[in-house]
T-cell receptor, first 110, second 115 residues
Framework: TQLLEQSPQFLSIQEGENLTVYCNSS?????LQWYRQEPGEGPVLLVT?????EVKKLKRLTFQFGDARKDSSLHITAAQPGDTGLYLC??????????FGTGTRLQVFP | GAGVSQTPSNKVTEKGKYVELRCDPI?????LYWYRQSLGQGPEFLIY????????DSGLPNDRFFAVRPEGSVSTLKIQRTERGDSAVYLC?????????????FGPGTRLTVL
């Protein structure tokens, strides 16, 4: 049973378009992380959010943690081919293990 | 500095065989994690070490899976009597301190194929 559902599962867009990826759960998390993974490599951390309603920006990427700390979103403005990859959300719950989402595979065409 | 390394990068074995997968964490990182990632899925937690001891092994699927970290650095994931369903990428991660809000640094993974 996957506690964190991501949508969409696949996303294929043209360079310059905007997109949003969602990460939803019925459970509360104490922290939420977003990772990006490229083929043949391990995930790389993009951001950590810990406060309900928190918004963090990383260049063209905007991350938001839901008020109830059950959901999160990742918005990319003016996507570039270098943004291509598997985006993973991961929740923490006052323990040390991370619960990963189902993943969103993004392909940005030039 | 060196990141997390995993060996071998690929392992092909036959059903019923025993395999060992090795993880070298970043020097000085006390927390070490093992995850399993099936094709098209997110990583699934297996076990977590704080120092030499397994602090949480609730993700190990059954007693064919075992992991050790005898000196608090290198860790080995051991799988006995492998089954085709064990085929996946096994990821290792380390962190400088415990706590799920801390960044985990992942290795490139070992792709295990059980024929």
């Amino acid at each position: 049973t996957q506690l964190l559902e991501q949508s969409p599962q696949f996303l294929s867009i043209q360079e310059g378009e905007n997109l949003t990826v969602y990460c939803n759960s019925s459970s509360v998390f104490s922290s939420l992380q977003w990772y990006r993974q490229e083929p043949g490599e391990g995930p790389v951390l993009l951001v950590t959010v810990v406060t309900g309603g928190e918004v963090k920006k990383l260049k063209r990427l905007t991350f938001q943690f839901g008020d109830a700390r059950k959901d999160s979103s990742l918005h990319i403005t003016a996507a570039q081919p270098g943004d291509t990859g598997l985006y993973l959300c991961a929740g923490g719950r006052n323990t040390d293990k991370l619960i990963f989402g189902t993943g969103t595979r993004l392909q940005v065409f030039p | 500095g060196a990141g997390v390394s995993q060996t071998p990068s690929n392992k092909v074995t036959e059903k019923g065989k025993y395999v060992e997968l090795r993880c070298d964490p970043i020097s000085g990182h006390t927390a070490l994690y093992w995850y399993r990632q099936s094709l098209g899925q997110g990583p699934e937690f297996l076990i977590y070490f704080q120092g030499t001891g397994a602090a949480d092994d609730s993700g190990l699927p059954n007693d064919r899976f075992f992991a050790v970290r005898p000196e608090g650095s290198v860790s080995t994931l051991k799988i006995q009597r492998t089954e085709r369903g064990d085929s996946a990428v096994y990821l290792c991660a380390s962190s400088p301190r415990q706590g799920s809000y801390n960044e985990q640094f992942f290795g490139p993974g070992t792709r295990l194929t059980v024929l």
